[in-house]
Nanobody
Framework: QVQAVESGGGLVQPGGSLRLSCATSGRTLSDAAMAWFRQAPAKEREFVAAIRWNGGRTLYADSVEDRFIISRDNAKNTIWLQMNSLKPEDRGIYYC???????????????WGQGTQVTIST
């Protein structure tokens, strides 16, 4: 069973940057991908980005492509989400999740962290 712990959230002004981390443990070969999702108040959880542990292939939501970068360190069992040029609509709780492949649907991921809050405000 994969355990994931997110960190790095906080308050940032529009146009600013944040780097989120997700430390994992307990993953197996079948847990081949990790993803970031976010959920704003009164909205459904939405896909942000995903990465494969093996090979590092990535997938991004259209809304964050060219602004966010997902990366991983296999030796540290950690993934990151570098978020640049942040917009008010990027706010929400950011979750990392483990699954068997890169998918955009949250139901495709079996293990989730507790989330980290990102607030965009002047």
């Amino acid at each position: 069973q994969v355990q994931a712990v997110e960190s790095g959230g906080g308050l940032v002004q529009p146009g600013g940057s944040l780097r989120l981390s997700c430390a994992t443990s307990g993953r197996t070969l079948s847990d081949a991908a990790m993803a970031w999702f976010r959920q704003a108040p009164a909205k459904e959880r939405e896909f942000v980005a995903a990465i494969r542990w093996n090979g590092g292939r990535t997938l991004y939501a259209d809304s964050v492509e060219d602004r966010f970068i997902i990366s991983r360190d296999n030796a540290k069992n950690t993934i990151w989400l570098q978020m640049n040029s942040l917009k008010p609509e990027d706010r929400g709780i950011y979750y990392c999740a483990a699954g068997c492949d890169m998918r955009e649907g949250p139901d495709e991921y079996a293990y989730w962290g507790q989330g980290t809050q990102v607030t965009i405000s002047t």
